[in-house]
């Protein structure tokens, strides 16, 4: 199986200006997360996306939305970047297996966003 | 809330060194425990996982076991290689009704392995 993808691998972009990433899950997998990495704060949970609908919010202001399209693939936007939204941006895909309660979530490569 | 505690790195073994990260966790309930692997460059890979008290986990030759009396689950690798140099990240998921995925990371620990 193909693992999660992420669109663009790298980005820069200026303040003020708004950014779309994307991300495909693994085949099957309804569940998609997105993640926010940096040096200062390490990984910290955005939001968490099954089956077209948010079901859990971390604690980002609302400058952060996102989506998921009826084949599961992904989108999240970030309007008005600001300097201190540059960070590697990662997605993660899941489904739940019968009988197990792991919710083990893979990841992919991420998307390194940069902010002038 | 729901937090993780990790060792503060950065680690640095002499290949072939004995290998332990401590991890010890805050969690309601009875959460699913994670330990991810980071290289330079890249997302980050699923090493390991727990489901349930005293699981074992394990995956390359590490290991980790979940323990519920110490709220622990700390990495272990007898002898680790150079290609284990990394950062390693402890984690869980609370396990509720709702089937929220949301995982809590720890802070990270870098592993370098000289030769």
């Known amino acids: 199986k193909a693992g999660v993808t992420q669109t663009p691998r790298y980005l820069i972009k200026t303040r003020g200006q708004q950014v779309t990433l994307s991300c495909s899950p693994i085949?099957?997998?309804?569940?998609v997360s997105w993640y926010q990495q940096t040096p200062g704060q390490g990984l910290q949970f955005l939001f968490e996306?099954?089956?077209?609908?948010?079901?859990n919010k971390g604690n980002f202001p609302g400058r952060f939305s996102g989506r998921q399209f009826s084949n599961s693939r992904s989108e999240m936007n970030v309007s008005t970047l600001e300097l201190g939204d540059s960070a590697l941006y990662l997605c993660?895909?899941?489904?739940?297996?019968?009988?197990?309660?792991?919710?083990?979530?893979?990841f992919g490569p991420g998307t390194r966003l940069t902010v002038t | 809330g729901n937090s993780v505690t990790q060792m503060e790195g950065p680690v640095t073994l002499s290949e072939e060194a004995f290998l332990t990260i401590n991890c010890t966790y805050t969690?309601?309930?009875?959460?699913?425990l994670f330990w991810y692997v980071q290289y330079p460059g890249e997302g980050l890979q699923l090493l390991l996982k727990?489901?349930?008290?005293?699981d074992k986990g394990s995956n390359k030759g590490f290991e980790a076991t979940y323990r519920k009396e110490t709220t622990s689950f700390h990495l272990e690798k007898g002898s680790v290689q150079v290609s284990d140099s990394a950062v390693y990240f402890c984690?869980?998921?609370?396990?509720?009704?709702?089937?929220?995925?949301?995982?809590?990371f720890g802070k990270g620990t870098k592993l370098s392995v000289i030769p």
């Open positions: 085949s099957g997998h309804r569940s």
């Open positions: 727990a489901t349930k008290a005293d």
């Open positions: 984690a869980l998921i609370p396990i509720s009704g709702a089937g929220s995925y949301q995982l809590t």
């Open positions: 993660a895909s899941s489904t739940p297996t019968s009988g197990s309660w792991s919710y083990e979530q893979y």
């Open positions: 969690a309601t309930g009875y959460p699913s």
């Open positions: 996306y099954f089956s077209e609908t948010q079901r």
